[in-house]
Every structure is written in structure tokens, then in C-alpha cells.
């Protein structure tokens, strides 16, 4: 009798399993389809880059890599898609709260954003991790990032710190300007430059709106006492680097600023860190 129920069980088992797989074939078969109707777009792959199970029964949220040519260029890009296997919907709205169910899937990072270059604060070995993403002229991160900094500080040896920059270039164009400003200080030895950063005021110098890049360089310069130059802030390494940074928060599907990632999951409350460490 007990070997019977064992069987029965591991049946079961084995049967939701493969009844999940079937429903992860049928959406990347789904979005191969439905991208591939266009004929600008040329389809090289499509993968899975994140499944969670919802908690309304039957039904997952996918986000999808597509890998694909268009026009002649390559393109990225990520999809939102929900399945229950039978129907796939692009949105799911919770009917008791009336909140988009998109709100509970997001990608959980990897360890290449553990990256001991973008360490800022705190202890790079500790089990807990912070990531960061954020614009130093964003009103909310002037606030925020410092009491971020401040809460790692206090405790150094729990908790590691990451900080990526991501302008938000259409409504802050200065800061392009000033995260270059940033990368050159750090690279000069300057401690503490993100702190320093987010707490001046950069009023006294120049506005988020202002686009031309030798004010933005003079405010900087007389704030912080350096001499840089516009071929300190406009080179290629410098451009590499906030590039980089600003793509790997577009793959963590980063929307908007401050966006914190408590040990790789995002956290819209922005409100856990002050847990961690005590």
C-alpha cells in the first residue's frame, strides 16, 4: 500500500513537470510566431529568462529574451507574457485588488552584478547584497541613495553595496554629464564620491534640464576642486563604462529611479535594506 501511494505520488510529480515544460515550450513557440510576422524582423532566438508561479492557480509569468535582426541591426529585447497553458495573455490583473500582476515579476539578478568595481560601500564577502540603480539628479535618489549608503555603512561588515548608474537622460540630461564626472573622480582616487555627489547642491551650478556639458563641468570642478576637462568626461572608456551600466540595468528591466535589488530580487517597497544588517 505504501509503495502504491509513493508511485502515485512521484506520477503526480513527474506529471505537473512535464505539463510545466509543455507550457514553457508553447509560449517561446508562441513568441517566435508572433514576432516573426513581421517581416522587418529576422528571429535568431527566444529563451525564458524568468518563470514564476503565480498565486493565482494554474497560471505563470514569463519574461522572454528575444534575440532577433532588424533592419540589418541587432536587437535585444524583453517581453512580459502570462500562461495557463490553454490561453496567453499579456497582462493579468489581480480582480480582488485591481493591481497588474506584471508588478510581481521581475528578473532575479545574477552574480555579474556583484561586481566588486561597482562596490561602494560595506563588505563585498557578506551575505547580504544591495544593488542600486540610480541618477544623482533624481530628486527621490538624492534622499534615498545617501540613507542607502549611510544604513551600509553602519553596517559594513553585513552588507555589500553595488551602485550602477542610470540616467534618466529625457528629463535629466545633465545627468549624462555628471555620471561621467563621477567615473573620472573615482578613477583620480576621490573617496566617497557618490556620497559627495547626492549631497550637493547642484542648483548653486546648473540645472537637471541644462545640456551644456562644460557648466555641468565647471559646477563639478568647483564643488569637488578638480580641474577636469571635457576629454576627462567624453571618452571612450568613460562612455563604455556608463553604457554598460545602464544596459545591465535595461536587462534587470529597470524603468525608473532609485530601483534596489535586495539579494537579487527587486524591491518595490525600497524599504527592506533597513532590515538587513541588524
Known amino acids: 500500500m505504501k509503495l502504491i501511494k509513493i508511485f502515485s505520488v512521484s506520477t503526480l510529480l513527474l506529471s505537473t513537470l512535464l505539463t510545466a515544460q509543455s507550457i514553457d515550450n ?17 528571429v535568431r532566438n527566444v529563451t525564458v529568462n524568468t518563470k514564476k508561479e503565480m498565486p493565482q492557480k494554474g497560471w505563470y509569468g514569463y519574461i522572454i529574451d528575444i534575440d532577433a535582426s532588424m533592419a540589418g541591426n541587432d536587437v535585444k529585447a524583453k517581453d512580459i507574457v ?17 493591481l497588474p500582476l506584471k508588478d510581481l515579476l521581475n528578473p532575479t539578478l545574477t552574480t555579474k552584478y556583484y561586481d566588486k568595481t561597482k562596490l561602494i560601500a560595506g563588505n563585498h564577502n557578506a551575505k547580504d547584497k544591495i544593488v542600486v540603480f540610480s541618477d544623482p539628479l533624481c530628486p527621490f535618489c538624492m534622499d534615498y ?12 561588515n553585513d552588507i555589500a553595496l ?10 535629466h540630461p545633465a545627468a549624462g554629464t555628471l555620471v561621467r564626472l563621477m567615473n573620472a573622480a573615482k578613477a583620480k582616487g576621490i573617496k566617497d564620491v557618490e556620497s559627495k555627489v547626492y549631497n550637493a547642491d547642484w542648483d548653486k551650478y546648473f540645472t537637471a534640464k541644462e545640456k551644456n556639458s562644460q557648466k555641468i563641468i565647471d559646477g563639478f570642478n568647483k564643488e569637488f576642486k578638480t580641474s577636469f576637462t571635457v576629454v576627462d568626461v567624453n571618452n571612450k572608456k568613460n562612455n563604455t563604462e556608463v553604457s554598460e551600466d545602464m544596459n545591465l540595468g535595461t536587462e534587470a528591466m529597470v524603468q525608473s529611479t532609485p530601483t534596489i535589488f535586495i539579494n537579487g530580487e527587486q524591491d518595490k517597497s525600497k524599504l527592506k535594506y533597513e532590515t538587513l544588517g541588524k
Do not use: C, M, W
Open 26 to 42: 508553447s509560449v517561446i513557440e508562441f513568441e517566435k510566431k508572433r514576432f516573426s510576422q513581421n517581416k522587418r524582423i529576422e
Open 82 to 98: 502570462f500562461s495557463n497553458g490553454e490561453v496567453i495573455a499579456p497582462e493579468l490583473f489581480d480582480i480582488k485588488t485591481g
Open 145 to 156: 541613495v545617501p540613507d542607502v549608503i549611510n544604513h551600509v555603512k553602519k553596517n559594513s
Open 162 to 171: 553595488y551602485y550602477y548608474h542610470f540616467p534618466l537622460l529625457r528629463i
